[in-house]
């Protein structure tokens, strides 16, 4: 069985940094797609940036949404069962949380990445907040 959980959420200042991390066990990303969404209040859940295993040992593909590109940086973790969000120069915004999702597939196209229907596994999510 398959569990997703985040951690590394918090309160943070314009400019700063944050490094979410996601632990999925059970899930082997070289035949799928691990992604990190965020939802703020009232609004719908949207991707971030996904990583991608492919048929060839060691390689994974990066993808970002427009909005986080040059600033946030997805890699997966020496322990493979994870994986990371690191969230450079962060804008005051909404406050929004951050999910971790594990699919079944290798979503290579944004339109596939980016749909949480896709994702089988979810975690419970983590708050970020960034404000002065």
């Known amino acids: 069985q398959v569990h997703v959980v985040e951690s590394g959420g918090g309160l943070v200042q314009p400019g700063g940094s944050l490094r979410l991390s996601c632990a999925a066990s059970?899930?082997?990303?070289?035949?799928?797609?691990i992604a990190w969404f965020r939802q703020a209040p009232g609004k719908e859940r949207e991707g971030v940036s996904c990583i991608v295993g492919s048929s060839r040992a060691g390689l994974y593909y990066q993808y970002y949404t427009d909005s986080v590109k040059g600033r946030f940086t997805i890699s997966r973790g020496n322990a493979k069962k994870m994986v990371y969000l690191k969230m450079d120069s962060l804008r005051p915004d909404k406050p929004y949380v951050y999910y971790c999702a594990a699919g079944l597939g290798r979503f290579l196209s944004i339109d596939s990445w980016s749909t949480p229907a896709n994702y089988q596994y979810w975690g419970q999510g983590t708050q970020v907040t960034v404000s002065s």
């Open positions: 059970a899930f082997t990303l070289d035949y799928g797609t």
